[in-house]
């Protein structure tokens, strides 16, 4: 069994930033394909980013590509979105999610499977 935990989110200002934490616990981190969901009020769970177990391959949505940039410490077995420029329509709760699979692309094709109970993050304008 994997726990996620996030945290890291909170009210800012348009234009402004904030880096969100995910500690992963249970099993190697290293294992898992990692990423981030969204998921604002009134609408469905969106896939945001995801990371390749080395870390060394990315996969954005393209709406939030050059604002949002995902990372991983395998020896801190913790995974990171860091959130640049940020939008009110940024506004949402934010989940961490894991995939046991060695394709990256898997995560937003396939889904996760395991997810973190979400951060909010709120954007004002």
């Known amino acids: 069994q994997v726990s996620l935990v996030e945290s890291g989110g909170g009210l800012v200002q348009a234009g402004g930033s904030l880096r969100l934490s995910c500690a992963i616990s249970g099993r190697t981190a290293s294992i898992y394909v990692m990423g981030w969901f969204r998921q604002a009020p009134g609408k469905e769970r969106e896939f945001v980013a995801a990371c390749s177990r080395s870390g060394g391959s990315t996969d ?66």
């Not at 939008?87 to 499977?113: H, I, L, Q, W």
């Open 60 to 125: 954005y949505t393209d709406s939030m590509k050059g604002r949002f940039t995902i990372s991983r410490d395998n020896a801190k077995n913790t995974v990171y979105l860091q959130m640049d420029s940020l939008k009110p329509e940024d506004t949402a709760v934010y989940y961490c999610a894991a995939r046991n699979t060695a394709n990256v692309f898997f995560m937003r094709s396939n889904g996760p499977d395991y997810w973190g109970q979400g951060t909010q993050v709120t954007v004002s304008s």
